[in-house]
């Protein structure tokens, strides 16, 4: 099947500082990527959808000027947390589609722990 | 109020035991019905997917099938491989968009 590519698996940093997290469809064009967060035994929420070349598209409640977006190419997004700060601290999780059906069969990536302290 | 609900949170299942798990909605216009297997620290694995009702899927120990509020996820004969969660997912149309909505998941524990 195909493969997404999420790292880093986890990373620690300070309060206030900034962490880019990556996500690469390996053997498909992801045209569309979604970014969930997952707190301990709570559902995948949805953060923001993502379509090549185009603006993010951020939930109810998520602040589009924390967590950035960007997905420049058909293989790559990046999520950054801006300023991090202690409650930001969670499982961040890819996923990757293709245009047509984006429900279709999400791929996900393997996600990243951030702790922030 | 949740709009898919997992059913129960955990389970405890002798090596052999069978059980199902319940994955209950309340979305309408439902599009199709997923369910995933997680693995701790882990991103989600597609399992199967569902779109009608009296639809049914199987894949070695696993069988899913659909009615029009449910879904079941059956185990026959687990084995401790399978312990992992369980997380059932419910795409939708509504406000002129598709919504995918995900359920808590059941964590399965097979003990030897």
């Known amino acids: 099947g195909a493969v997404v590519s999420q790292h880093p698996s986890r990373v620690i940093c300070k309060s206030g500082t900034s962490v880019k997290i990556e996500c690469r469809s390996l053997?498909?064009?992801?045209?569309?990527m979604f970014w969930y967060r997952q707190f301990p035994k709570q559902s995948l929420m949805l953060m923001a959808t993502?379509?090549?070349?185009?603006?993010?598209?951020?939930e109810q409640g998520v602040e589009k000027d924390k967590f950035l977006i960007n997905h420049a190419s058909l293989t790559l997004s990046t999520l950054t947390v801006t300023s991090a700060h202690p409650e930001d601290s969670s499982f961040y999780i890819c996923?990757?589609?293709?245009?047509?059906?984006?429900?279709?069969?999400?791929?996900f990536g393997s996600g990243t722990q951030l702790s922030v302290l | 109020e949740d709009q898919v609900t997992q059913s129960p949170e955990a389970l405890r299942l002798q090596e052999g035991e069978s059980s199902s798990l319940n994955c209950s909605y309340t979305?309408?216009?439902?599009?199709?019905l997923f369910w995933y297997r997680q693995d701790p620290g882990k991103g989600p694995e597609f399992l199967f997917t569902?779109?009608?009702a009296g639809e049914e899927k199987e894949k070695e120990r696993l069988k899913a099938t659909l009615t029009k509020k449910e879904s079941f996820l059956h185990i026959t004969a687990p084995k401790p491989e399978d312990s992992a969660t369980y997380l059932c997912a419910v795409l939708y149309s509504g406000a002129g968009s598709y919504q995918l909505t995900f359920g808590k998941g059941t964590k399965l524990s097979v003990i030897p």
């Open positions: 993502s379509n090549e070349g185009s603006k993010a598209t951020y």
């Open positions: 053997d498909f064009q992801a045209t569309t």
């Open positions: 569902l779109y009608s």
């Open positions: 979305v309408s216009g439902l599009r199709g």
């Open positions: 996923s990757a589609s293709v245009r047509d059906r984006p429900y279709e069969k999400l791929f």
